[in-house]
């Protein structure tokens, strides 16, 4: 089965300050992962995915991952913070499973992220 | 270019009393699915489907129903509300390859009383 863990569910940054917010994965095969960010009232947007290709991945809105295996770590990392970029953050792994369904989703629990002015 | 689009925005229930939440897609995604995000809990897994007529459970399936007849389409139904549903809920379509994101709508707000 796979997970994900993420670590701070509230990490507040000041303004320009690096962002750094924690995934770590489980998953028996290679996975899929994906972060996500969600504004107040809203569905849950794409920031960015790794697919197997390259170890870093640029997303939108200046936002980048680094996939590292051997610490099964995501992290999601932004080198200057903005006033928009408090939001919410979910990590996500989808992994090829052998039965039906092998496309689920799995989410970790968020992490809130606040800019401080 | 429409997306996801989730019917109603906001209900409020008492318990006992049922309906159904709406989901439709114009993206001819063969997967699609329902969550349900709770405080701390992140988002939970209710059902999947792979493709019209294709369902499946997923982590918290209790209490709900789903059907695809289409692929448009994939309705959830609450058969008997109880408080512990009061939740917000995304419907979620995607492609049905493991690369591929999910696209979400925007959410049902529903409260149990």
């Known amino acids: 089965a796979q997970s994900v863990t993420q670590l701070g569910s509230h990490v507040s940054v000041s303004e320009g300050a690096l962002v750094l917010l924690r995934c770590n994965y489980s998953s028996s095969v290679p996975p899929y992962l994906f972060w996500y960010v969600q504004y107040p009232n809203q569905g849950l947007q794409l920031l960015l995915k790794y697919t197997s290709a390259a170890t870093l991945v640029k997303g939108i809105n200046g936002f980048e991952a680094e996939f590292k295996k051997s610490e099964t770590s995501f992290h999601l990392t932004k080198p200057s913070a903005h006033m928009s970029d408090a939001a919410e953050y979910f990590c996500a792994v989808r992994a090829p499973m052998s039965n039906f369904g092998n496309e689920k989703l799995t989410f970790g629990t968020g992490t809130r992220l606040t800019i401080i002015p | 270019n429409a997306g996801v689009t989730q019917t109603p925005k906001f209900q409020v229930l008492k318990t006992g009393q049922s309906m159904t939440l709406q989901c439709a897609q114009d993206?001819?995604?063969?997967?699609m699915s329902w969550y349900r995000q709770d405080p701390g809990m992140g988002l939970r897994l209710i059902h999947y489907?792979?493709?019209?007529?294709?369902?499946d459970q997923g982590e918290v399936p209790n209490g709900y129903n789903v059907s695809r007849s289409t692929t448009e389409d994939f309705p959830l139904r609450l058969l008997s509300a109880a408080p512990s549903q009061t939740s917000v809920y995304f419907c979620a379509s995607s492609y049905r390859t493991v690369r591929s994101p999910l696209h979400f709508g925007n959410g049902t707000r529903l409260t149990v009383t």
């Open positions: 993206m001819n995604h063969e997967y």
């Open positions: 489907s792979v493709g019209a007529g294709i369902t």
